[in-house]
């Protein structure tokens, strides 16, 4: 079965440095996706960034960016410049096909708190 | 307007009780799913719709039952409410793939929080 690990339950972060957050995922499929989602304490999850297992450069979105290390089957999420409005908890997902159809396995979570 | 709607965003209710949350969506995407948000567990599948006469189980749809009502609205019922089903429950939409490694990325709705007392 596929997995999803996060193995930082909280981080911290000074405002306007960048933070690394860890995902490392366990699947034997050939193609596959991986995503962060954000979720701020008013509860809405938000999509930040996808990477595809074919994708041979790192995704970027904004400050967001995916350090993607295939052979070590990790998907880290780097937050460049952080801000107040980044304290939140993150996700990582992975796109599962099961039967035919596709679906996303998610971690249990990073929270992030950034600190003035 | 948001694309993905739920109703209602909070819902106290007692054991036994049957209560219906729903989900719209405005984004005109196909693929409908019901999640369920647990602290230290992230989010875990409870139901998903690919269309209309599609329905499928997810990992955690024992109490649970729903129901696709048009392409727009899928509904999640709890027939019999129990103490642990209290969470937050999320509605989640996603197009159909396109070419291979497309990402189908699945927008959520803001959540509903339910507490069965």
């Known amino acids: 079965a596929q997995k999803i690990t996060q193995t930082q339950p909280g981080m911290f972060v000074q405002e306007k440095e960048a933070v690394t957050l860890d995902c490392t995922y366990d699947?034997?499929?050939?193609?596959?996706?991986l995503f962060w989602y954000k979720q701020p304490s008013s509860g809405e999850m938000i999509f930040l960034i996808y990477?595809?297992?074919?994708?041979?450069q790192n995704a970027t979105e904004g400050r967001y960016s995916l350090n993607f290390q295939k052979a070590r089957k990790s998907a880290n999420l780097v937050i460049s410049a952080s801000q107040l409005g980044d304290s939140a908890m993150y996700f990582c997902?992975?796109?599962?096909?099961?039967?035919?159809?596709?679906?996303?396995?998610f971690g249990a979570g990073t929270r992030l708190a950034v600190h003035p | 307007d948001a694309d993905v709607t739920q109703t209602p965003r909070n819902r106290i209710t007692k054991t036994g009780k049957r209560i219906m949350l729903e989900c719209s969506q405005t984004k005109g995407h196909d693929r409908m799913y019901w999640y369920r948000q647990d602290p230290g567990l992230g989010l875990r599948l409870i139901y998903y719709?690919?269309?209309?006469?599609?329905?499928n189980k997810g990992e955690i749809s024992d109490g649970y039952s729903v129901s696709r009502q048009a392409q727009a609205k899928f509904s999640l019922s709890l027939e019999s409410a129990i103490p642990n089903q209290t969470a937050l429950y999320f509605c989640a939409t996603s197009d159909l793939p396109g070419l291979a490694f497309e990402t189908d990325t699945q927008y959520f709705g803001p959540g509903t929080r339910l507490t069965v007392l």
């Open positions: 990477q595809g297992s074919y994708d041979e």
């Open positions: 997902a992975m796109r599962e096909v099961s039967g035919g159809y596709n679906k996303l396995i």
């Open positions: 699947t034997s499929d050939q193609s596959y996706g």
């Open positions: 719709s690919f269309d209309v006469k599609d329905i």
